[in-house]
């Protein structure tokens, strides 16, 4: 078929938990917890579902939810949000994502993206017609590279996509980095896309700064949330968008046209959980932390390098020790399924960059204890 996305291959998630199933591996690779969101919301989805809140609900979400999202927005980060016009409710922060690239790129322009990065962006973003300006983050601690970030903006760049607390490596960019950033978005009159999901999965010491909270950057950035993270409901597929009204306004008309809406059962138990949940979310680290402290001292105790940083679920290994002649970190990451029973995910498909780093695996640590021991106990019997 002569179409440009039959030739996109099926995204590393899938490949590699299929994999798991059929091999019926400790899946430590796609990022979903086994502990999930609080049961009032599950409550309140149920009932919200059997009180006929079964037709479409408002195009850019119910106000119960767009109005909890403006409080949590100025509640979290001090960022005041009008709901009525600065908040749209997405099916999870990939249709928000999405819509952002359709309802803003003109074929042409320039989308600066980090390397490593989530395996959507660049392919929604050429779909939209963005021509893609992908800039490492220097190894092995994933740092700014500023020189090469500032060489990358021109006069074509409309945005710059930054992902923090980030995924794949877990780290969370500091105050210093995220004003470096602002400061070439500003100059440049460049649009930021700043994905948050994992805002709230951050532990040791750090802090979730929001870009948009910065001076000079709430009228130039939208930032985006999930309820598949904050509550740990990802099959939810609820998620939010925030931002000045004259731009949320374009990718609002993205929105319409590719699901108009999201479910209202579901919205409903969002609501709640953002106005009355904040313990869950706010807990949500130090659990993360703890499970880290299970995994990763045991890897390390193996011969895999990590990297040490302090959000979302996943930490990354350097498996330089174990890699055979010619071999890939994918070719790796399917040997250990198949014959160690531990799925990991390979990181080289997270790059938009030529050549990119080979020896790098993602282990995801937000798993019951039992499958972090198992998966531990596999590696230690396999090497
Ligand atoms: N952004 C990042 C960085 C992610 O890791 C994910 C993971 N699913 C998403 C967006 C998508 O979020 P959602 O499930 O709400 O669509
Ligand atoms: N965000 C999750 C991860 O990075 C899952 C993504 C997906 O399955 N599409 O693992």
């Known amino acids: 078929l002569n179409v440009t996305l039959a030739n996109i291959p099926t995204t590393i998630f899938t490949v590699m938990s299929s994999l798991a199933v059929e091999h019926n591996s400790v899946n430590l690779g796609q990022g979903f917890p086994d502990d999930e969101g609080p ?12 009180q006929f809140h079964n037709q479409y609900p ?86 700014l590279p500023r020189e090469e970030l500032a060489a990358a903006f021109s006069p074509s760049t409309k945005l710059i996509l930054l992902n923090s607390p980030h995924n794949p490596s877990g780290k969370v960019f500091d105050i210093e980095e995220l004003k470096f950033i602002a400061d070439l978005c500003i100059k440049h009159d460049v649009l930021v896309l700043s994905d948050e999901v994992y805002e709230h999965l951050v532990f040791g010491n750090q802090k979730h700064i929001s870009i948009r909270s910065l001076s000079g950057m709430k009228e130039r950035t939208l930032r985006l949330g999930s309820a598949g993270k904050t509550f740990s409901f990802t099959s939810w597929k609820v998620g939010w968008m925030t931002g000045p009204a004259v731009i949320l306004a374009p990718i609002t008309k993205a929105h319409q046209f590719m699901v108009f809406t999201v479910a209202s059962s579901l919205q409903r138990a969002v609501a709640h959980g953002l106005d009355n949940e904040k313990d869950f979310y706010r807990s949500l680290g130090l659990s993360l932390e703890r499970k880290r402290s299970l995994l990763e001292p045991r890897l390390q105790a193996l011969g895999f390098k990590t990297v040490p940083t302090y959000g979302a679920y996943f930490v990354m290994a350097d498996i330089s020790n174990f890699l055979r002649e010619g071999e890939t970190d994918e070719m790796f990451a399917k040997r250990l399924t198949i014959e160690a029973g531990v799925t990991t995910i390979p990181i080289s498909g997270f790059y938009l960059s030529p050549n990119p780093p080979k020896h790098l695996v993602r282990f995801c640590f937000c798993k019951e204890d039992a499958k972090l021991h198992a998966a531990c106990d596999r590696l230690e019997s396999y090497f």
């Open 39 to 50: 049961d009032a919301m599950k409550k309140i989805a149920g009932e919200a579902l059997m």
């Open 58 to 143: 408002p195009m850019m979400g119910i106000p119960e939810l767009r109005q909890a999202v403006a409080k949590h927005s100025e509640r979290e980060q001090g960022i005041p949000v009008d709901w009525a016009s600065e908040v749209l409710i997405t099916v999870g922060a990939t249709e928000g994502i999405a819509a952002a690239f359709l309802g803003l790129i003109n074929p042409g322009d320039e989308v600066i993206f980090l390397d490593p990065c989530y395996d959507s962006y660049a392919t929604m973003a050429k779909m939209a017609g963005a021509v893609v300006k992908p800039v490492k983050l220097s190894l092995p601690d994933f740092k």
